[in-house]
DNA sequence: TAATAATAAATGAACCATTCATTCAATAAA
DNA sequence: TTTATTGAATGAATGGTTCATTTATTATTA
């Protein structure tokens, strides 16, 4: 066979792989691992029932996939908040957006899903044991803290107010997810009024 | 049989009812009608498998008579709102601290779970469809209003405001229920933040 | 180039293990 | 005896998974 159409085969099939991949994605973070039919990723996704077992073994290894690389996203997402241009009201701000849009909204609440169900695969268990989410509020207290003193942000404890935005902002994509779809990313001046004074 | 005693035996049968459709409510709440267990409704309650059936006819018979006296709470506390004393501010927030109480709490989940789940009771449907959040909201919007006249809340179109407000608050109950028990009571002055200036 | 063969992709109906609401025979309490 | 309670057994339905078959694509041959 020639190598041409080899590599053209393999990125066909790299496409169809992350065609079934996403739409998995945005069904497993609405429904829940439990909620989730393989039909639904089939159709979400165009194609038949039983394809998605040309391209993976198991719904499980599809879910346990998407936790990985959601959780490797969160990771960036909250390392990289600290070197946002910006005041750290900007930064917030910035990194906020980058939560509610689509893609990041899906993995956040697969986490999110993954964290809160039961029946969910013991390797996905492993990597959100992994990753602690301690760990994630502790990395923004410092842009908290700076923008406190620059006498931005809210007096009082950095941790507990964190904690409520951060419920705040997934339970607006929880909400949203499952009802209807506003469009919260215009709303997000009114929500960080919960951290500013 | 002498009325006394079985007056007693009356009273010990609600009795047992109420732990029943209590467990039960605290358990759709959380988990939602297909997520919830006839055993889950049991261990909660401190019964065996079987009882609930000596009280109810079904599964959904319980969820959808929890329905209907949730919309009947909910009812209620929006109809109050206007009536509680104080300033707007203050009005919103008695409002909000009421539906954070354990009992509205759970309610208000159950309404939340029933709109957005499929496979609900015909009769639990049905009663959601007499009960428009639309109203929850209209109803509001003049304590709002009246907020705004008087100079403590932000500019802006109520109605987006309030469904924000409202999503945020409905957000933080399905995230608590399901994760760490927080005591968000005290946070409620941080969330009004949303709705002042 | 056209015809044919070989390979791979895709379908969707059927299978069957599992789950869980419901029942009921047995036991305890009143 | 009558009523309350238990918890094991039932059986219907769900839904993940398989696979015989069809369709599309690529390679080979003349």
Do not use: C
């Amino acid at each position: 066979m020639p190598r041409i159409a080899r590599a053209q085969a393999e990125q066909a099939f790299d496409e169809r792989k992350d065609q079934i991949k996403k739409a998995a994605l945005k069904i497993f973070a609405e429904k829940g691992l439990a909620g989730t039919k393989m039909s639904m990723i089939a159709e979400e996704a165009g194609i038949s029932q039983g394809l998605s077992y040309r391209y993976f073994q198991s719904k499980d290894e599809i879910f346990a996939l998407l936790v990985e690389e959601a959780i490797e996203e969160s990771r960036n997402a909250v390392r990289d908040i600290g070197s946002l241009p910006g005041s750290p009201l900007e930064q917030l701000r910035a990194f906020t957006l980058r939560l509610l849009d689509e893609n990041h909204k899906h993995y956040f609440l697969l986490v999110q899903q993954a964290q809160t169900s039961e029946g969910v695969p013991s390797q996905a268990r492993e990597a959100i044991q992994r990753y602690s989410p301690q760990d994630t509020i502790e990395q923004m207290i410092p842009i908290f803290v700076r923008g406190q003193q620059e006498g931005q942000f809210a007096e009082g404890d950095a941790y507990k107010r964190l904690i409520l935005f951060l419920s705040v902002v997934t339970g607006l994509m929880l909400q949203d997810a499952k009802a209807m779809g506003m469009d919260w990313t215009q709303e997000v001046d009114s929500l960080l009024n919960i951290l500013t004074k």
